[in-house]
Nanobody, 121 residues
Framework: QVQLVESGGGLVQAGGSLRLSCAAS????????MGWYRQAPGKQREFVAS???????NYADSVKGRFTISRDNAKNTAFLQMSSLKPEDTAVYYC???????????????WGQGTQVTVSS
């Protein structure tokens, strides 16, 4: 059973910061590519950031310089540190894992349930 559990969302004023966490279980975390996506009301889900098992990171242009993705392999947890938040960052944020499960040979994509981030102006 694969589980991705996000936490850390909430309401923050523009210019503020939040740190999202994604606790993973049921996957081989150390080799997983972990990502964060977001979906605002009426919009499609969009890529925010990702971090590969080796630590390579990628960011959407809209969050570069403001958001930082990281991981703690000892705790099977990925993080998204969000700073200088803007009202347009308001969305449900989803954790994603492209990973293998123990004893399975193939990679698959898994999603968390999402956590709401609301930035007030």
């Amino acid at each position: 059973q694969v589980q991705l559990v996000e936490s850390g969302g909430g309401l923050v004023q523009a210019g503020g910061s939040l740190r999202l966490s994604c606790a993973a279980s049921g996957i081989i975390f150390s080799s997983a590519t972990m990502g964060w996506y977001r979906q605002a009301p009426g919009k499609q889900r969009e890529f925010v950031a990702s971090i590969a098992g080796g630590g390579t990171t990628n960011y959407a242009d809209s969050v570069k310089g403001r958001f930082t993705i990281s991981r703690d392999n000892a705790k099977n947890t990925a993080f998204l540190q969000m700073s200088s938040l803007k009202p347009e960052d308001t969305a449900v944020y989803y954790c994603n894992a492209n990973a293998r499960r123990p004893l399975f040979a193939y990679m698959a994509s898994y999603w968390g349930q999402g956590t709401q981030v609301t930035v007030s102006s």
